[in-house]
Nanobody, 124 residues
């Protein structure tokens, strides 16, 4: 079973930046579409960003456009989410997840391998 491990969460001030990392088994990062998803208290889980298995295509949710960047390093078996200009509404548990290639990357149900999540809290 794929093991995805997130790190890098924490508590920051509005306007700050944070980079999340996700280490995966080598096969997972190379063969799956990788995504970052989040779930805020009382809200449904949503896709933040996704990257194709070849790393050439990245997709962002509307709220992430211009602020968040997903990337990956296959040699390190790691997926990253660079988050800039953070807002209090970005407060959530952020999950790293993997989806079968070709499945809709901005659809939560496409993801069938999940990490445990890392908390990001943005204060005013």
């Amino acid at each position: 079973q794929a093991q995805l491990v997130e790190s890098g969460g924490g508590t920051v001030q509005a306007g700050d930046s944070l980079t999340l990392s996700c280490t995966t088994p080598p096969r997972t990062v190379m063969w799956y579409t990788m995504g970052w998803l989040r779930q805020a208290p009382g809200k449904e889980r949503e896709v933040v960003a996704a990257i194709s298995r070849d790393g050439r295509r990245a997709y962002n949710a509307d709220f992430a456009q211009g602020r968040f960047t997903i990337s990956k390093d296959n040699r390190k078996s790691t997926v990253y989410l660079q988050m800039n200009s953070l807002k209090p509404e970005d407060t959530a548990v952020y999950y790293c997840a993997a989806a079968q290639p070709g499945s809709p990357s901005l659809v939560v149900s496409s993801y069938d391998k999940w990490g445990q999540g890392t908390q990001v809290t943005v204060n005013d």
